[in-house]
C-alpha cells in the first residue's frame, strides 16, 4: 500500500513564450506561441506523484483570484488533496514567465504572490495530515520558515524528507540535519557546496551533514551519494521539445516510489524516466507522465 505523500509548496500559473532563441542583455524578441499552464514547482510535484497513484496532500496558497481558482482545480482534478491550500485574499496567485527555445531548454522568473506569504502556522495547522505520511517533498519557492517546519514534522512523524533546493539559496546546517534526500541540480549543488567541480560539491555536502545526495543532471542521468556508498543512473534518450518539469517530474516520481516502498535504487530510475516523458511534451503539469505512461515506456526499454 502506498503511504500519502505531504508536499508543502508553491502554487504558480504559467506563461510561456516559445523562441526562436533566448534573449541577449537588452534585446526584444518576437515570440511565437504563447500558453497559460498550472505550474509552480509544489503543484508540479504534487501533481506528478498523484498521477503515478500515489496519495498526495498539499500545503501552500494561491490568491483569491482567477488564477488561483484555476490551480486548486486542476490539482483537484488530478486527484491532489487541496484541503490545506489556503485562498489568500491580500496577494495575487503566483506566476512564472517562462520563454522556451526551439531546443527546448527554458528560463524562468517567478513572481511568488501568495506563495510568498505561506507560513510555519500553516504548515503546523495541518500537522494531522503528516500522522501516516510515507514522504514529505519541499523545495524553496515558499517561505524558509515553513520549509523547515515540513521538514520538522516530517522528521517526527518518521517520513522521508525530500527537499528539492529550488531557486537555491543558503540552508542552515539544521535544515540539513532534518533531510533525508537533498536532490538538486548541477548549478543548485554549485551554490549550495561552492565548488564548481561535480565530485568536490558532492563531497562538501556531504561533509556538511547531508545524509542522501541526489544531483540531476539533466540528459546526463543522476548522481547519487551518501557517506556509506554512490552511484549512477544513466539518462534515457529521448527528443526534448520542452525540458519545463523535468526535475519535478523526477521528485514527484522518486517520492511516489519511496512511498510504495521501493528501493532507492529502482525509485532513480523511475524518477528519470518520468523526466524523460516530460521533456517530450510542452508545459510544466501537462507534460507529466501518468502510470500507465511510465510503465509503458519502462516496458518498452526492457525494464
Partial sequence: ???????????????????????????????????????????NQAVAAARLGA????????????????LLSIAQSDGVDTTHVREDPGAASGVAL??????????????????????????????????????????????LTAVEAAARLGRKYGAATILNPAPAQPLSPELLAWIDYLVPNQPELRLLSGQTDLDAGIQTLLEQGV??????????????????????????????????????????????????????????????????????????QPSLPTRAELEAFLRKRGE
Avoid at 505523500?5 to 508553491?10: A, E, K, Y
Avoid at 496532500?57 to 494561491?62: A, L, P, T
Avoid at 522518486?254 to 528519470?272: M, T
Fill in 211 to 284: 545524509a542522501n545526495l541526489i544531483v540531476t543532471l539533466g540528459d546526463q542521468g543522476v548522481r547519487w551519494a551518501s557517506t556509506a556508498r554512490q552511484g549512477y543512473v544513466p539518462a534515457f534518450n529521448v527528443l526534448a521539445v520542452d525540458t519545463t518539469a523535468a526535475g519535478d517530474a523526477f521528485v514527484g516520481a522518486f517520492a511516489a516510489g519511496l512511498a510504495e516502498g521501493r528501493s532507492v535504487e529502482e525509485s532513480l530510475r523511475r524518477g528519470c524516466a518520468a523526466g524523460a516523458l516530460t521533456v517530450t511534451r510542452a508545459g510544466a
Fill in 55 to 70: 496519495p498526495v496532500r498539499m500545503i501552500g496558497r494561491v490568491g483569491r483570484d482567477d488564477f488561483g481558482a484555476s
Fill in 98 to 143: 517562462i520563454t522556451v527555445s526551439e531546443d527546448g531548454q527554458n528560463t524562468i522568473v517567478v513572481a511568488a504572490g501568495a506563495n510568498g506569504r505561506l507560513s510555519a502556522e500553516d504548515v503546523y495547522a495541518a500537522e494531522a495530515v503528516f500522522a501516516d505520511a510515507g514522504a514529505v517533498v519541499m523545495q524553496l519557492e515558499v517561505p
Fill in 1 to 43: 500500500m502506498t503511504q500519502p505523500i505531504i508536499v508543502v509548496g508553491s502554487l504558480n500559473m504559467d506563461l510561456v513564450v516559445r523562441v526562436a532563441r533566448h534573449p541577449r542583455l537588452g534585446e526584444t524578441l518576437l515570440g511565437g506561441e504563447f500558453h497559460t499552464f498550472p505550474g509552480g514547482k509544489g503543484a
